[in-house]
């Protein structure tokens, strides 16, 4: 009787001590930036005691909160953010140094790519994997810098928009239409000053547009007024696809692809869950799911928009806006990294 009520007790326990001991493929989640919605709705979804098995034993353990003093939303949010989080079972941090200490692998969450790439560089010097939310940077040489400095550490990383999970763009990039020809896509498009036009919120459209598209866009055209932007793209092989930005009106995500078996909508968005996995899996495979060119390409697409812009709606050679910006990445990691 006394045997069988050991057993009974080991089996009962085994889950609680493997966690207790740190079990087998279990990674401690650290968070940079709690000034999105982004950090609470990832914690909430890997730290879930019911987490489905693609988000089990991949918990947010610690986080570091700073924000953007010049941001108002940023300024804002992290109290609040914090408190959530913390509510959660995470520990707040005072430092990223500190924040490394505790964790495998690291969400960078904070909203103001500005910061990005000092705050990567010190992650990347620890050799954790880490997914660096939208935007990559706050602009496209930063990104390129991001990619660079991650290139000569050695630290796997990835960056995209949780649309890029949405089931219909992958359905269509998966080619549920046959070969896709053209698309029409949009998306809200709130300005930050601070930021390139669509870095800040645009680039959930323009994800979009390139996850159903692939790359291969040589130069874009900008239309623009002060309630929406529409920017066209022409790629190597002659297909178009188009973005257009709102900040008036009924608004959403979404659009239409053109393809060789028919047309279809991209279809609504399906939350942040998708993303969360496909995260997941990169944390434990350390293989990023979206190429360094193609995420670069997409930042080169809005800042070459942006030049379009500038030029009162000329056209805009992607490699033209790349070979400006890899001049200054060089010198801006030289600053900040050089070693």
């Known amino acids: 009787m006394i045997t069988r009520f ?53 918990r947010v353990v610690a986080a570091y909160p700073k924000g953007s003093p010049d941001i108002e939303s940023s300024v804002r949010r992290v109290p609040e953010y914090t408190q959530q989080v913390r509510g959660l079972g995470v520990e707040i941090v005072e430092s990223i140094e500190e924040l490394l200490k505790r964790v495998d692998v690291v969400l960078l ?10 705050q990567a560089l010190a992650v990347f010097r620890s050799q954790k994997p880490v997914f660096i939310d939208k935007p990559v940077a706050g602009s496209l040489a930063d990104a390129i810098a991001i990619y660079e400095a991650a290139k000569k550490y050695d630290t796997p990383m990835f960056s995209s928009s949780s649309l890029r999970y949405a089931e219909g763009a992958q359905a269509l990039r998966g080619g549920s239409a046959g070969r896709v020809l053209g698309a029409d896509v949009y998306s809200p498009c709130s300005l930050e000053t601070t930021h390139p036009d669509l870095f800040w919120y645009g680039i959930h459209g323009v994800e979009t547009l390139f996850t159903v598209m692939g790359g291969g866009c040589e130069s874009v055209v900008r239309s623009n007024s002060p309630d929406f932007d529409v920017v066209a793209g022409t790629w190597k092989d002659g297909r178009i696809g188009v973005f257009r930005g709102i900040r008036q009106g009924a608004s959403g995500y979404g659009g239409t692809v053109f393809g060789e078996q028919g047309i279809q909508p991209v279809g609504p968005y399906g939350g942040y869950r998708p993303l969360v996995v496909e995260i997941v899996k ?26 379009s812009k500038r030029r009162d709606g000329a056209p805009v050679r992607l490699d033209e806006v790349m070979s400006m910006a890899r001049d200054k990445a060089t010198k801006r990691l030289a600053e900040l990294d050089g070693k």
């Open 282 to 307: 990169f944390f434990r495979s350390k293989q990023p799911p979206v190429s360094a060119e193609e995420t670069l390409e997409i930042y080169a697409f809005m800042e070459a928009a942006d030049e």
């Open 109 to 118: 969450e904070t909203n103001d790519g500005r910061p990005h790439l000092e």
């Open 6 to 58: 050991v057993v009974c007790m080991v089996f009962a326990l085994t889950p609680f001590l493997a966690l207790a001991q740190g079990a087998p493929g279990s990674l401690k989640v650290g968070i940079i930036g709690l000034d999105t919605s982004h950090a609470v709705a990832f914690t909430k979804l890997l730290n879930d005691s019911a987490a489905p098995s693609e988000l089990a034993n991949c």
